[in-house]
């Protein structure tokens, strides 16, 4: 199912006739010749354009009459008293913007069994003495008298005037249009319908959810766009079912990971699939199966739902990996989107590898750079405030790109196939300065690493300094360190750069112990050590800075 991701809808704009109603005994050619205008003036403008006061009065009326016989001749258009039905019953206005008179108006809404004026919230017609459509005017009164902003109204008509006064006002807009035809002369809409009914479904993906289970309705619509094409996969989502379930080979290890996404990302589905994906990869296992529970503050919309949703297919169906199943939920418990991931693999009994076999005298290697995501994080971030402190554009648009580099899975997959690898670790928060002791601490060896040998991209180092960031503590994903035997080493690092990937030998693996040494210019130095990660440490002083 294909969403747009708008601007939460507060309230609704229809045109009338054609829209609302099907005005099926006018005859536009008879007003024209009755009027004397031209088949390429719209009859309005025409109207308007009379120079003799008398004659131009004699037209109006003509028209008025004209619109009043086919109003009462007309019938209302499919779906249309249920679409307002459906307004009244979320709270959103109903409103009507036409070029008709307001006693037309009157006239047809009395052959709608259950719709009255009153239901509307406002109807602006032409007896309004505002400027008509596509002039933007009225959409901007109605908007002024609901307090509401013009981007989170939906216009919605069947003709060219009412796209181009919702799109200059700044609406999101619907063209409905049964025949298709007038899809390839108008095509600045936002949407494209045939129906009321596919409007109404536009209007329930665009307003907020309350509290509970995302709507089974909602949820089907959601699962149409999964493919289940692994067939270990037993169970696959769907509403009414409860788990999934997966075929494992006996010879084979189920590894297992869970981890939470919690802070706030245009890209929350991406990280929730890579970093769980990254630690499985680290074990030599194949990510195969993930199941994701998902956390939505109260008021979210459908379509914001909808595309972290197919962010996670996306990301999912990118690396082959089957979205199984999980749950969606919209709580007041949460004041932004929360996802957590728990990621199934499989490996051989043979192909599994344990921290644990780390021995003295292996090598570290470490892959691409340090903090890797936390360059892409803080640039994608506070762009202007990066840009402000002199960082330039195109700088900044690479490292905002450096997003898509966070998966370790290309080289982990190298490595894993590779003879003599004792163990991978993935560097998360904290920064590489955390995880060289993690890897340190899972293998009971001392860690001694070059520090001058430590790769950091230009941009971080920049970005790092006019931040006041150390990168070393800097959440980084997208780094991977390998710990291998000396002999399969330059072999090794030989095949992560015929993958296109830099990989630099960092530091080695010393005698049974704890802790980590390291050696800059020539001299041995303190390895840092960070309480918090640098981005969390940024976040929170900026924080503390905006409170009174």
């Not at 949703?309 to 089957?322: E, K, Q, Y």
């Not at 990168?471 to 035997?485: F, K």
């Amino acid at each position: 199912m294909k969403t747009d991701n708008l601007t939460k809808i507060e309230a609704v704009i229809f045109d009338f006739d054609g829209t609302l109603t099907k005005p099926e005994a006018l005859d536009f050619n008879a007003i024209r010749k009755t009027v004397g205008c031209p088949e390429d003036i719209p009859v309005l403008e025409f109207i308007s354009g009379i120079s003799n006061p008398t004659s131009q009065k004699m037209a109006l009326a003509e028209l008025d009459r004209f619109e009043t016989d086919g109003a009462a001749g007309s019938v209302p258009a499919g779906g249309s008293s249920e679409i307002i039905d459906f307004l009244q019953s979320r709270g959103i206005p109903a409103t009507v913007l036409t070029r008709n008179s307001y006693r037309s108006v009157v006239r047809a809404l009395q052959n709608f069994k259950n719709v009255q004026p009153g239901d509307f919230a406002e109807i602006v017609t032409r007896d309004d003495n505002l400027p008509v459509k596509p002039d933007p005017a009225g959409v901007h009164r109605i908007a002024s008298r609901l307090n509401v902003l013009p981007e989170n109204i939906l216009m919605v008509g069947d003709y060219i005037f009412d796209i181009e006064a919702g799109r200059q006002a700044g609406c999101r807009t619907v063209l409905i249009d049964p025949t298709g035809r007038l899809s390839s002369v108008c095509t600045s809409q936002d949407f494209t319908v045939s129906t009321l009914s596919e409007v109404m479904e536009i209007i329930k993906m665009n307003t907020g959810l309350p509290a509970g289970k995302l709507p089974n309705d909602i949820l089907g619509k959601l699962l149409e766009d999964f493919a289940f094409e692994d067939p270990a996969v037993l169970i696959n989502p769907g509403i009414g079912e409860d788990t999934a379930a997966v075929d494992v080979q006996e010879k084979e290890v189920l590894v297992l990971k869970s981890d939470p996404i919690t802070f706030a990302t245009d890209a929350i589905g991406q990280y929730a699939v890579l970093v769980n994906a990254n630690d499985i990869a680290t074990s030599g296992a194949t990510p195969r199966w993930m199941l994701t529970t998902l956390l939505f503050p109260v008021d979210t919309t459908a379509a914001q739902i909808a595309t972290v949703v197919a962010d996670l297919v996306a990301v999912c169906r990118r690396w082959g990996i089957t979205l199984c199943g999980g749950h969606t939920e919209i709580t007041d418990a949460v004041r932004r989107p929360v996802i957590s991931g728990m990621l199934t693999g499989t490996v051989s009994k043979k192909g599994l590898i344990d921290k644990k076999n780390i021995r003295p005298g292996n090598h570290l290697l470490l892959t691409k750079s340090v903090c890797v995501e936390g360059t892409s994080i803080l640039a994608r971030e506070m762009p202007q405030k990066l840009e402000a402190l002199g960082i330039p554009p195109d700088e900044l648009q690479h490292a905002q790109e450096m997003l898509a580099h966070i998966s370790i899975l290309p080289e982990a997959s190298v490595a894993a196939e590779h003879a003599g690898v004792s163990g991978m670790h993935d560097v998360t928060e904290g920064g590489l300065a955390t995880a060289v002791g993690e890897i340190g601490a899972a293998c009971g060896c001392v860690i001694h690493v070059e520090m001058d040998r430590i790769p950091v991209y230009d941009v971080t180092r920049r970005i790092c300094r006019k931040l006041g960031l150390n990168p070393l503590g800097l959440i980084g994903s997208g780094s991977l360190l390998i710990c291998c035997e000396p002999e399969t080493s330059a072999s090794l690092a030989d095949k992560i750069r015929s993958a296109g990937i830099r990989v630099e030998k960092i530091g080695e693996v010393r005698e049974a112990g704890t802790g980590v040494t390291a050696r800059q210019n020539g001299r041995n130095v303190p390895w840092p050590d960070f309480e918090v990660d640098e981005i969390a440490r940024l976040f929170a002083s900026q924080k503390a800075d905006e409170c009174p």
